[in-house]
Nanobody, 123 residues
Framework: QVHLVESGGGLVQAGDSLRLSCTAS????????MGWFRQAPGKDREFVAG????????YYETSVKGRFVISKDSGQNMVTLQMNSLRPEDTAVYYC????????????????WGQGTQVTVSS
C-alpha cells in the first residue's frame, strides 16, 4: 500500500507564502503523477495542481496559476507546492494525491490520498 504524507500546513496572513510537501512511501512504483486537491468547508473538493514525476507535465487550476508552483523530486517520490500571495479563499484542507497520470488525478478518482493538511489564510 502506498502512503502519502503531507507536511507544511499552517496559519498565515493574506499575502504570505507557505510550502506544502508530500512524500510517497511503500510500493510507489505505480505512482507516476502526484498533485494536490483542496476542500474548503461547505465547498466541493477542488483540484489545485499536478505534476508528472517522469514526464514533468504540470497542470494548475486557474485560480492558483501564477501564484502556486508545484515541483518534484522524483528520486525521493516527493512533490512540493509553493504557495505565494495567499488569499483567504485559499483556506482549505489540502490533500496530496497520487496516480498514474495527471489527467487521472484531475478526475478525482485517485488511487492514493494523503490525510490532508490544514491551510488557513487570515485577512
Amino acid at each position: 500500500q502506498v502512503h502519502l504524507v503531507e507536511s507544511g500546513g499552517g496559519l498565515v496572513q493574506a499575502g504570505d507564502s507557505l510550502r506544502l510537501s508530500c512524500t510517497a512511501s511503500g510500493p510507489s512504483h505505480t505512482v507516476f503523477a502526484m498533485g494536490w486537491f483542496r476542500q474548503a468547508p461547505g465547498k466541493d473538493r477542488e483540484f489545485v495542481a499536478g505534476i508528472g514525476l517522469v514526464s514533468g507535465y504540470i497542470y494548475y487550476e486557474t485560480s492558483v496559476k501564477g501564484r502556486f508552483v508545484i515541483s518534484k523530486d522524483s528520486g525521493q517520490n516527493m512533490v512540493t507546492l509553493q504557495m505565494n500571495s495567499l488569499r483567504p479563499e485559499d483556506t482549505a484542507v489540502y490533500y496530496c494525491v497520487g496516480d498514474r497520470t495527471v489527467p487521472k488525478l484531475r478526475s478525482g478518482d485517485c488511487d492514493y490520498w494523503g490525510q490532508g493538511t490544514q491551510v488557513t489564510v487570515s485577512s
